[in-house]
DNA sequence: TTCTAGTTTATAATAATTCTAAACTACAAA
DNA sequence: TTTGTAGTTTAGAATTATTATAAACTAGAA
């Protein structure tokens, strides 16, 4: 609620409208206090349970795909049968707990690698932020 | 062919009656000079591709899972769409090339990580995996 | 040879995601 | 202010990898 003008500036400098449904969905996604890694299942329940305004789940998996090719928020691949995004945009790695399913940030700095193969010719690497798995 | 009664052996010590279906699916399997990395689709075409036998699909999807549980593949999360297995079980890393979807194997000295954060309390560390994207 | 648990198979079901096309809306221009 | 239109939302259908179902088949112990 507080910072409404910016959001509406960061849909308007990203070249998408600013609908209603997508302030509801970047206030909250981009006014938390903490990372929020999500997938659209949850995001769609946390944005429609407040009995409000209500945004179908086609618009969350379009929003989510607009904000994802904006850059506002990154897909992190971890489960081969779901999706998850998160908000923290910066690079870094992450334990994935495979109990529960939830995703921790690791920084950046945590986690050294100290070498690194050189990439086939012609291609370069994308990236490289470490999914670390977990179990009991 | 030539060593089928190790297969069917490596079949038996696992638990699994060597079928005609499972000994063909590992002779393509295990009998290869070099690692194979497949999706089951790309197995399934293989199996199915010299009219001889035919294996229904069914049959390569619980064949893949049950060589999958016995430690003889091994599954690569690289995809969000695909599941795609190994015949290298070692610990190794990956290069996933984006454009042509292939997985090329890092050797697990090749990538050296020299930093590692300690898991949350309770859980532990179950593998650690690189796969490094690759793009043009 | 017989019996049965394990296996194969065609087919249906599932589930995340994407597509479609009609209704709606932000907003630039008149 | 009104209008025109491209962009957006939406319900529902389609897609696609995978899993479940249940009937027919078979390996192999007895
Ligand atoms: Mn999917
Ligand atoms: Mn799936
Ligand atoms: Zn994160
Ligand atoms: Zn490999």
């Known amino acids: 609620?507080?910072?409404?003008?910016?959001?509406?500036?960061?849909?308007?400098?990203?070249?998408?409208?600013?609908?209603?449904?997508?302030?509801?969905?970047?206030?909250?996604l981009f006014e938390r206090e903490k990372t929020f890694h999500f997938t659209v299942e949850t995001l769609n329940k946390e944005i429609n349970k407040n009995g409000s305004e209500k945004v179908s789940l086609a618009t969350v998996y379009n929003t989510v795909e607009a904000f994802t090719k904006a850059g506002h928020i990154k897909e992190i691949l971890t489960s081969k049968s779901k999706s998850y995004f998160d908000t923290n945009i910066k690079s870094h790695h992450h334990f994935y707990d495979e109990d529960s399913k939830e995703l921790t940030d690791i920084n950046y700095n945590q986690v050294k690698l100290s070498k690194v193969p050189n990439p086939p010719k012609g291609k370069k690497i994308k990236n490289l932020e470490v999914v670390i798995r977990l179990q009991k």
């Open 1 to 28: 609620m507080k910072q409404k003008k910016a959001i509406i500036n960061k849909l308007r400098t990203s070249g998408l409208r600013p609908t209603k449904q997508r302030i509801l969905i970047a206030q909250n």
